[in-house]
């Protein structure tokens, strides 16, 4: 179970034991953000693209989306998003559950500076129904990020 090899994942870090799991789904921003009582912009939501060298995760605010021209402009090709069906397969996680940890091995995983804007974000840990907190210098280090990077757009 994809949040089992999170939590696992995460027990070198001593973070094991904050993930928090809800009865509600979270699986959207939307839900989340009511699971944890929060703003839409701190569920650190991570989504997954095919690229010609591979799946990738990229974890935006929960407010901002994929900007087309600036994912183009840095990758060099539009922006493909894993069919649903392929997603647990591709990135070792669920829809709804994915997140930056513990993904199969080959999938590059980048944090959008949209993320900047907040002291602590909330990504998934491996479910549809958890989360976990963490400091934005948390979040680079225990996803392994390659780079951080400016592909999302923000409301407004």
């Not at 199969?104 to 500076?113: I, M, R």
Request: negative net charge; aromatic residues 8%.
């Amino acid at each position: 179970m994809s949040i089992e090899n999170v939590r696992e994942y995460l027990r070198q870090y001593g973070k094991d034991k904050d993930i928090m799991e809800f009865k509600e789904s979270s699986a959207t921003v939307k839900e989340a953000a009511a699971d944890l009582n929060t703003e839409e912009g701190r569920i650190a939501k991570s989504m997954s693209f095919m690229t010609e060298k591979g799946a990738i995760i990229i974890v935006l605010a929960g407010d901002a989306r994929i900007d087309n021209r600036k994912f183009k402009d840095l990758f060099h090709e539009k922006a493909r998003m894993i069919p649903l069906d392929q997603v647990e397969s591709m990135t070792g996680h669920p829809v709804g559950g994915v997140c930056p940890f513990a993904v199969k091995d080959g999938v590059d995983v980048y944090l959008d500076d949209s993320l900047k804007r907040y002291e602590t974000v909330f990504p998934a840990a491996g479910s549809p129904n958890s989360a976990i907190e963490l400091t934005t210098d948390e979040l680079e280090k225990l996803s392994k990020a390659v780079s951080w990077i400016d592909v999302g757009k923000l409301p407004g």
